[in-house]
């Protein structure tokens, strides 16, 4: 859009033109000033492309990258040690800091340094408890949950191992307790006749004397 | 109305502090006026039950024996159908229990049970012969006055042969399933055996629910009549009972034991006497054991003394319901004792066997 004026000036340096396009894109560029450094820094990238030149740059644009950088920097570092203690959210951080600035800087703000700083400490408290309980809910839910079903199932299993290994260790004792039992029941059911026999004779032998 | 405005009035002009503690007083009257209330109520049941009570007194002594009496009546000449459930330790069974008398050409006493949930053995009794009915299986029949299932023998015989070991209590009246029961304890004397509780039927004189309680008063395995349905006569279902076939029991010289007198009971608990003692294999481990049964007409329990297991920590006691498994180590030879009695006195027996 805005470059499409220039693409001439790059077929131009990249060889693409005929005489025609040649002569009128040359002077198109000689008319503004902006065409000029457009074909300077066009032919400067196309040398460097091509290691035909080594990239000789002016100090100012470093000093213009390096004053940024500065400039990010000191606003990181002034964030950090007003704010860091009170939140984790960059939002909150760059708001709070934000609010305490003007806080500060205002009128009111200077005349009642005592309130600011109390509240400053407030708003601390504040945001902190408000987030602590954020934080801990975000951890306390999985943990609720699992805490209960990790301790329900690690007991079964371990019980159900224990009575699983348990017969396997002492399967003859199981299986006489077990043929025992049965013998037992089996006994009591075909004894009646035979008991009823012996109480009556009981009965008789009690009688006697 | 003047009383209470006034007190109104003084209520609002005290303060606050004073205001509570009227109320707490107030509430302390009431609670203690609704207690009496309670109280008053129990009463009254006892003053009806007297009154129940005493048109039964004036025609017979009314003691335990004659409500056990009446049981056994009961049992061998009423017409009812019943459902029946028993809760062992965390086993809970069911059971369909139909009794009947069918007088046609010969008195048949009629009797079958059988459980309520899966194929399990079903028996069916004509007067003295009871026979089992298994799926897959032949049925067999032996002979028994009584299906050994979930009513001691004894309420089919006479009682007071347990008045050895045992000493009968006529409790109060409770209420079982809607109609009205009479509680009797048959209570050991030595505590060596489980107390039973009986709850009758005043109606019916059947049982309603039936319990082996302990010393401490805690009712551990207990069978429960969840209906009763009972009848004039003998109903259809009765009398198909009892046209069944059933197979004849094999006669006492086949069923002979050898007896085994090898071992010496030191310590048997009073009231029990020995019913059978034989050798035989036990039929799961084909193990052989000499055997003694002993009864007090109420509860049994088996003594078996076998050959030693390499493993297993002695003494070995196990529960369920009513019923202990007690295994130990004895000079050379393993001793069990299963039975319906606390593990207590199973031990006991168990560690009173010797060789002769």
């Given at each position: 859009m805005t470059n499409k004026h220039l693409e001439s000036i790059s077929a131009l340096l990249d060889d693409e033109v005929n005489q025609s396009e040649l002569d009128s894109t040359l002077q198109q560029t000689v008319d503004t000033t902006e065409n000029v450094e457009a074909f300077s820094r066009y032919s400067l990238i196309g040398d460097v492309l091509r290691n035909e030149q080594l990239l000789e740059t002016n100090g100012s644009f470093a000093a213009g990258i390096q004053a940024a950088i500065a400039n990010v920097e000191q606003e990181v570092v002034t964030e950090d040690s007003s704010v860091v203690d009170i939140s984790s959210h960059v939002n909150w951080r760059s708001k709070v800091a934000s609010k305490l600035k003007q806080f500060s800087q205002s009128s009111t703000g200077r005349n009642s340094a005592q309130f600011a700083i109390a509240a400053s400490v407030a708003l601390v408290t504040i945001v902190g408890v408000s987030n602590i309980p954020q934080t801990n809910s975000q951890y306390n839910a999985p943990v609720a949950q699992t805490t209960p079903l990790v301790s329900g199932v690690a007991p079964v299993s371990l019980a159900s191992d224990g009575v699983k290994n348990r017969p396997s260790a002492n399967q003859m004792t199981q299986t006489r307790i077990n043929a025992l039992i049965a013998d037992h029941q089996q006994q009591l059911k075909a004894v009646d006749d035979k008991k009823e026999a012996i109480d009556t004779n009981e009965d008789k032998k009690v009688i006697e004397p | 109305m003047n009383c209470y405005f006034s007190d109104f009035k003084r209520l609002i002009s005290l303060k606050t502090f004073n205001c509570l503690k009227l109320v707490l007083f107030v509430s302390?009257?009431?609670?203690?006026?609704?207690?009496?209330?309670?109280?008053?109520?129990?009463?009254?049941?006892?003053?009806?039950?007297?009154?129940?009570?005493?048109?039964?007194?004036?025609?017979?002594?009314?003691?335990?024996?004659?409500?056990?009496?009446?049981?056994?009546?009961?049992?061998?000449?009423?017409?009812?159908?019943?459902?029946?459930?028993?809760?062992?330790?965390?086993?809970?069974?069911?059971?369909?229990?139909?009794?009947?008398?069918?007088?046609?050409?010969?008195?048949?006493?009629?009797?079958?049970?059988?459980?309520?949930?899966?194929?399990?053995?079903?028996?069916?009794?004509?007067?003295?012969?009871?026979?089992?009915?298994?799926?897959?299986?032949?049925?067999?029949?032996?002979?028994?006055?009584?299906?050994?299932?979930?009513?001691?023998?004894?309420?089919?015989?006479?009682?007071?042969?347990?008045?050895?070991?045992?000493?009968?209590?006529?409790?109060?009246?409770?209420?079982?399933?809607?109609?009205?029961?009479?509680?009797?304890?048959?209570?050991?004397?030595?505590?060596?055996?489980?107390?039973?509780?009986?709850?009758?039927?005043?109606?019916?004189?059947?049982?309603?629910?039936?319990?082996?309680?302990?010393?401490?008063?805690?009712?551990?395995?207990?069978v429960l009549m969840t209906h009763l349905s009972l009848f004039t006569g003998p109903t259809e279902e009765i009398i198909k009972l009892s046209q069944h076939n059933l197979p004849e029991p094999p006669s006492a010289l086949i069923a002979t034991h050898q007896e085994t007198n090898n071992w010496n009971m030191s310590w048997i608990p009073n009231g029990f006497s020995l019913i059978k003692s034989d050798r035989h294999h036990l039929s799961i481990t084909r193990e052989v054991s000499d055997y003694y049964l002993f009864s007090d007409g109420l509860v049994e329990f088996s003594v078996y003394v076998q050959r030693q297991l390499e493993s297993f920590n002695s003494p070995l006691v196990l529960q369920e319901g009513a019923m202990s498994f007690v295994m130990v180590r004895s000079d050379g030879f393993d001793v069990t004792v299963v039975g319906s009695i606390p593990p207590e006195t199973a031990h006991k027996i168990a560690i009173s066997v010797k060789s002769i």
């Open positions: - | 302390l009257l009431s609670s203690h006026v609704n207690a009496s209330t309670l109280n008053d109520v129990p009463n009254e049941k006892d003053n009806v039950e007297l009154t129940d009570k005493t048109p039964i007194t004036s025609t017979e002594k009314v003691n335990a024996e004659f409500w056990l009496a009446k049981l056994k009546t009961a049992l061998t000449e009423s017409n009812f159908q019943a459902g029946i459930v028993t809760m062992k330790a965390d086993k809970t069974t069911t059971y369909n229990w139909v009794h009947g008398v069918v007088d046609d050409e010969e008195k048949v006493e009629v009797e079958s049970i059988s459980p309520l949930i899966g194929g399990g053995i079903s028996n069916l009794r004509h007067n003295k012969v009871v026979t089992f009915i298994e799926p897959n299986k032949e049925p067999y029949s032996i002979q028994s006055d009584s299906i050994r299932r979930f009513i001691p023998p004894i309420f089919y015989q006479d009682s007071s042969q347990l008045t050895d070991s045992y000493q009968f209590v006529l409790v109060s009246k409770n209420q079982i399933g809607g109609r009205s029961a009479q509680l009797i304890r048959i209570e050991s004397i030595d505590d060596t055996t489980y107390n039973y509780w009986v709850w009758i039927d005043v109606q019916s004189a059947l049982p309603l629910r039936l319990a082996f309680v302990n010393e401490k008063s805690e009712v551990i395995e207990q």
